[in-house]
Structure formats: C-alpha cells, structure tokens
C-alpha cells in the first residue's frame, strides 16, 4: 500500500525554521514528482513547493520563494521542505503529494496532478 507519511510540524516563533519531511511506505519516491502544498484555515489547499522525479527542476510559489527550499533524498526516499524566516501567515497544515507517471523534469504544483496525498502536519507559526 502506498504511503506517504509528513513529520516536522510545530510551534515556531516567526523567523524561525522548521524542516519537515516526506517519508514514502510501499513504494519508491523516485519515480514520482513530490510537491509540498498546504491549507490555511478557511483557504483553499495551494502548492507550496515541487521538485521533479529528476530533482533538477524545483517550482516555488511567490510567497515562499528565497524562503523554503525542497529537495529530496533517494538513500532516505524522502523528500524535505527546508522552511525559513517563517512569518505567521505560513501557518497551514502542510501536505506532501506524489504524482505518478510523472515527466522527468515536471514540476508544477498543480493540484489536480497529484494522486497519492499524506495526512498532513501542523506548522503554526506565533509569538
């Protein structure tokens, strides 16, 4: 059974850094572009980060760019999300999603394009 499983999530005060990480159960991330997205309350669900099964292509949204950097690790099969200088308007509940039969080098963070999605991990970002 296929399953990705989020960890890393908390309470930070703004400024600070959280990484969290992707672990993939049941199968191999390598073969799927991975994308980060995450869902404010009250907002709708939006891509975060997502990087190619390749890992040489990466797309960020504007409001994270300079901020969050993804990456994966095939040894781990994981895939982390490196979240710095948080500020509170980056408190979501963060989700990692793989897309089967992915391009090599696609990285879009379409969320219709995603079909296997983990259960998700709090970042709540205060003073």
């Known amino acids: 059974q296929l399953q990705l499983v989020e960890s890393g999530g908390g309470l930070v005060q703004p400024g600070g850094s959280l990484r969290l990480s992707c672990a993939a159960s049941?199968?191999?991330?390598?073969?799927?572009?991975i994308g980060w997205f995450r869902q404010a309350p009250g907002k709708e669900r939006e891509g975060v980060a997502c990087?190619?099964?390749?890992?040489?292509?990466?797309n960020y949204a504007d409001s994270v760019k300079g901020r969050f950097t993804i990456s994966r690790d095939s040894a781990q099969n994981t895939v982390y999300l490196q979240m710095n200088s948080l500020k509170p308007e980056d408190t979501a509940i963060y989700y990692c999603?793989?897309?089967?039969?992915?391009?090599?080098?696609?990285?879009?963070?379409?969320?219709?394009?995603?079909?296997?999605w983990g259960q998700g991990t709090q970042v709540a970002v205060s003073s």
């Open positions: 999603a793989a897309k089967g039969a992915a391009p090599l080098f696609f990285s879009l963070c379409t969320l219709n394009d995603y079909n296997y």
């Open positions: 049941g199968f191999t991330l390598d073969y799927y572009a």
């Open positions: 990087i190619s099964r390749s890992g040489g292509s990466t």
